[in-house]
C-alpha cells in the first residue's frame, strides 16, 4: 500500500506542475510600473534514470554455451587386463548389510584400484554446472513394453534385489546397440527418506533403479563388456514417496517376501517394464562414469533422469524392512546399500534439456524478488521527494507574466 500511495502522490505532484509555466515577452505596460521581477533560475533539470539507483537486472545464465556432442573419454581403461568376476548387482557397505570390503567404501581402493580412479560414480548433478548439448539423441527403449512371454527371474544377492531382463529389451540412440540385463535396485533404512545413489544439487531421493545394459554389438554378456570401455549403459530413475501406491513397482515389491534371505531366488510374471521409468524421458543428464560397486570399472556411460518416479510410503517401508543380506539366522537387514557421491574431477555433464528454473535456489529467487521491490520502493521515494522539493521551490518563485517595458521612439 506505501508503494502505490508514493507513486500516487508523486503523480499528483507532477500533474499538478504540468500547468504552471512560464512565459516571457517584450510589449507595452498595462499597468504602472513595478520593479522588475527576477527571471526564474534556469531550466528545470530532474535526474535521469540513470541517476537514481535501481533494481540489479538478474544475472547472466551461468551455464555455458551449448556444447560439443557427446564423446567418451575413459580416463583409466582396463581393456588390457583380465576381466574378474562381475558382481550382477551392486555391493554395498551399510549399517546392517555385508561389505566387500571389512572397513567399507573408503577402503575399497586398497582391493579394487580402480575404485579411487578419477571418474567414478555416482555424482551429485548440479544443474547450474551442466552443458546443454541440443544433439544429443533421444533415447528409444526398445521391447520395454513386453519384455518377454517367459517369467522373469527374481534373486536376493545379499546386496541388492536383482531382476534379470531378457536380450528383446535394448536401447537405441547411443553409440552402439545396449542391451538389457538386469535391473536392481538401491535405498536406506527406516526413518531416512535418502536412498538414492544420484543426488541433483545435494538432493537424495528415497531410492533409485538401474537398469543395466551392455554393448551387444562388441560383447556377448554382460560380465566381458563390464571392464571394456563403453561396455555398458545405465539408466538411473530416481525415485521418490508419493500418496499412492505404484501398481507397476508392486510387481516386484509384492514378491520381496519371497526372496528375504541372501541367495533366494523367485519368478515373476512378465511386466511392462517401460513403466517403471518417470515421464518425460527426453529430459535427462548425461556423463561417462563407472560401476558403484567394486572393481569400479569406469565404462558406464550413465544416462539419469530428470523426472522421478514415485512410490508410497508403504511400499518403501516394504523395501527397507522386507530383505535381509544374510543366508540365515542371525539375520542382518539388507539397508543404505548405496555408494556416497564420489568426485565430479573435471568431468562434463551434459543435459538434454534447458534447465528452466534452475539458474537459482528457491532462497536466491526469494531474496532477489526482494531485493528487486526494495529497489523500485527507494527509486520511487527518490523521485517522490526531488519533486516535492521542486514544487516547494517553484511556489515559493512562481510569477505568472514577467514583462518588460517596450522603448518608445520617435520618427
Avoid at 534447458?354 to 526494495?374: F, R, W
Wanted: proline content about 11%; glycine content about 8%; some cysteine.
Amino acid at each position: 500500500m506505501l508503494f502505490f500511495s508514493l507513486l500516487l502522490e508523486v503523480i499528483w505532484i507532477l500533474a499538478a506542475e504540468g500547468g504552471q509555466q512560464h512565459w516571457t515577452y517584450e510589449g507595452e505596460r498595462t499597468a504602472p510600473r513595478a520593479p522588475a521581477a527576477p527571471l526564474p533560475p534556469g531550466p528545470l533539470h530532474l535526474p535521469s534514470a540513470g541517476e537514481f539507483p535501481s533494481a540489479s537486472a538478474p544475472a547472466p545464465p551461468r551455464s555455458g554455451p551449448p556444447g560439443p556432442k557427446f564423446t567418451w573419454r575413459t580416463p583409466s581403461p582396463s581393456s588390457d587386463r583380465p576381466a574378474p568376476y562381475v558382481p550382477m548387482g551392486p555391493r554395498k557397505p551399510g549399517v546392517s548389510s555385508v561389505s566387500l570390503c571389512p572397513h567399507g567404501q573408503d577402503h575399497w581402493p586398497a582391493s579394487h584400484p580402480e575404485c579411487g580412479s578419477n571418474a567414478q560414480s555416482p555424482i551429485d548433478i548440479q544443474t547450474d554446472s551442466v552443458t546443454f548439448d541440443p544433439e544429443l539423441p533421444a533415447l528409444q527403449l526398445q521391447g520395454y513394453d513386453q519384455p518377454s512371454t517367459e517369467p522373469l527371474d527374481l534373486h536376493n544377492n545379499g546386496h541388492t534385489v536383482q531382476l534379470s531382463l531378457p536380450p528383446t529389451m535394448y536401447l537405441e540412440g547411443l553409440p552402439r546397440k545396449y542391451v538389457a540385463a538386469q535391473l536392481h535396485l538401491h535405498w536406506g533404512e527406516t526413518g531416512s527418506l535418502g536412498g538414492s545413489e544420484h543426488q541433483i544439487n545435494g538432493e537424495a531421493t528415497a531410492a533409485e533403479l538401474h537398469i543395466v545394459h551392455y554393448d551387444s554389438d562388441s560383447y556377448d554378456s554382460l560380465s566381458e563388456a563390464a571392464p571394456k570401455p563403453q561396455g555398458l549403459a545405465v539408466l538411473g530413475i530416481l525415485i521418490e514417496v508419493g500418496e499412492a501406491k505404484n501398481p507397476v513397482y508392486e510387481h516386484i515389491l509384492s514378491h520381496l517376501h519371497e526372496i528375504r534371505h541372501k541367495d533366494q531366488k523367485t519368478s515373476v510374471p512378465p511386466f511392462n517394464v517401460g513403466e517403471l521409468l518417470p515421464p518425460q524421458l527426453n529430459q535427462f543428464f548425461r556423463y561417462n562414469g563407472s560401476l558403484t560397486t567394486p572393481p569400479c570399472y569406469q565404462s558406464v556411460l550413465w544416462t539419469v533422469f530428470n523426472r522421478r518416479a514415485q512410490i508410497s510410503m508403504g511400499q518403501l517401508e516394504e523395501l527397507q524392512e522386507t530383505l535381509f543380506s544374510t543366508e540365515e539366522e542371525p539375520s542382518k537387514l539388507l539397508v543404505r546399500n548405496y555408494r556416497a557421491p564420489q568426485p565430479l574431477n573435471q568431468r562434463t555433464v551434459f543435459a538434454s534439456f534447458i534447465q528452466v528454473g534452475s539458474l537459482y535456489t528457491t532462497g536466491e529467487m526469494l531474496s532477489l524478488g526482494v531485493g528487486i521491490l526494495v529497489g523500485c520502493l527507494c527509486l520511487l521515494l527518490a523521485v517522490y521527494f526531488i519533486a516535492r522539493k521542486i514544487r516547494k521551490k517553484r511556489l515559493g518563485n512562481r510569477k505568472t507574466v514577467v514583462f518588460t517595458s517596450a522603448q518608445t521612439t520617435e520618427a
